[in-house]
């Protein structure tokens, strides 16, 4: 059963940074393609970010380019997703989410098989 794990939120001022962590499990990272989701609350889940099974191309949603990035260790079995020059609109929960047969992460919920729980990122104004 492959399980995904998150870590590395919290509570950060506008202007600051962090760096979250999605630990694979019983699973092989590299054999996945992975995104990154957020949901606010009373809003849908909405992508961020992902990075294709090989590891060779990364795409991020508009709201985020330039400020967040996207990268793995096949080695740690673990993706992260630094996040800096935060906004109070980034406050969300973040998770990250792995699909099995694309070889490009996609956009939609619907395209991932796994999820984690989650790690809350909140910023303060």
């Known amino acids: 059963q492959v399980r995904l794990v998150e870590s590395g939120g919290g509570l950060v001022q506008a202007g600051g940074s962090l760096r979250l962590s999605c630990a694979v499990y019983g699973g092989t990272l590299s054999t996945y393609a992975m995104g990154w989701f957020r949901q606010a609350p009373g809003k849908e889940r909405e992508f961020v970010g992902g990075?294709?099974?090989?590891?060779?191309?990364?795409s991020y949603a508009d709201s985020v380019k330039g400020r967040f990035s996207i990268s793995r260790d096949p080695a740690e079995n673990t993706m992260y997703l630094q996040v800096n020059s935060l906004k109070p609109e980034d406050t969300a929960l973040y998770c990250c989410a792995a699909n099995i047969w694309r070889v490009r992460p996609g956009v939609r919920v619907a395209d991932y098989n796994y999820w984690g729980q989650g790690t809350q990122v909140t910023v303060s104004a």
């Open positions: 990075i294709s099974r090989t590891g060779s191309s990364t």
